[in-house]
């Protein structure tokens, strides 16, 4: 009775033991190939438990979800012979899992096929367009065409590429100071340009000013002649009222102003007292 409930026992435990090896599980994430003495059975795509034999087949699993790759940056020359350092990434998944494990293996491989892939056909995308285009033009369009022709090489390794995008672009560093000394060159040849443009409106302001300067001069010397030519005729007429209603007076104020001017401070004469400029003081005495 010992021996057979041994044997039970035994016999259970080979059966789970042979159930563990001939039961695998596909998950909803996941995708796997059958192989017998290393060569490909069965593809299953779908998920759930599934049977092998054991000691005989073995199972590859390969993902089914989205997968990413970061390549490294690169160097790429444009239409107009500018070179760019262009960081992109990817994203991608496996369809044919049977294809997958025939031609690349693993992911490390099927990544290394993918950065050639698609570097060039990046490279060859950027080579026909001009900087600007890449910089600032219609860069979605640019990656939808560098996304498609790299899917279309990639499906003979059963991956399909959803996306290609660009992060990130810089000018090699051996570049930066000749687009600094050219930005430069611009800017000064601009300002060179202000300046000179400022000079130009500034001598024409100026030589406005001048003008109008000259006529305002001019207007107030004609007005100050005018005036002056009025009051010197009145004072003509007033002198002339004045002489003729009394000679004798205005003589003799008019001579006392020519002593003022003549005469002023201590300045010495040697006059005769019989001349003509001293007849009132030689009256007066």
Request: charged residues 30%; proline residues 3%.
């Amino acid at each position: 009775m010992n021996r057979l409930a041994g044997l039970l026992i035994a016999l259970l435990a080979l059966a789970g033991v042979g159930y563990g090896l001939a039961c695998f599980q596909v998950t909803e994430w996941q995708q796997a190939v059958v192989l017998q003495f290393g060569k490909p059975v069965r593809t299953i795509s779908e998920p759930g438990l599934y049977f092998k034999t054991p000691l005989v087949q073995n199972v590859m699993f390969f993902e089914k979800r989205l997968l990413e790759y970061d390549a490294t940056s690169k160097e790429l020359i444009t239409q107009d012979k500018q070179q760019l350092v262009v960081d992109n990434y990817s994203r991608w998944r496996i369809i044919d899992p049977l294809k997958f494990y025939q031609t690349v293996g693993t992911l490390s491989g099927a990544q290394s096929r993918l950065d050639d892939i698609i570097y060039s056909n990046l490279r060859e995308a950027i080579g026909r367009s001009t900087l600007r285009d890449v910089v600032s033009g219609d860069r979605n369009a640019l990656m939808r065409g560098v996304t498609q022709s790299s899917d279309e090489r990639a499906a003979a390794y059963g991956v399909r590429v959803v996306d290609v995008r660009i992060k990130r672009t810089d000018l090699p560093a051996k570049n930066e100071q000749n687009v600094f000394s050219r930005m430069r060159t611009e800017r000064e040849r601009a300002a060179k340009k202000f300046r000179a443009e400022g000079e130009e409106q500034s001598r024409k302001i100026r030589s406005q000013a001048e003008k109008d300067r000259e006529i305002i001069l001019a207007e107030a010397k004609r007005e100050a002649a005018i005036i002056r030519g009025d009051a010197d005729g009145q004072a003509t007429t007033i002198y002339a009222k004045a002489y003729g209603r009394d000679p004798d007076f205005y003589e003799f104020m008019r001579t006392l102003e020519a002593y003022k001017v003549t005469l002023p401070g201590r300045t010495k004469l040697l006059l005769s007292p019989k001349g003509e400029f001293l007849r009132i003081l030689e009256k007066a005495e």
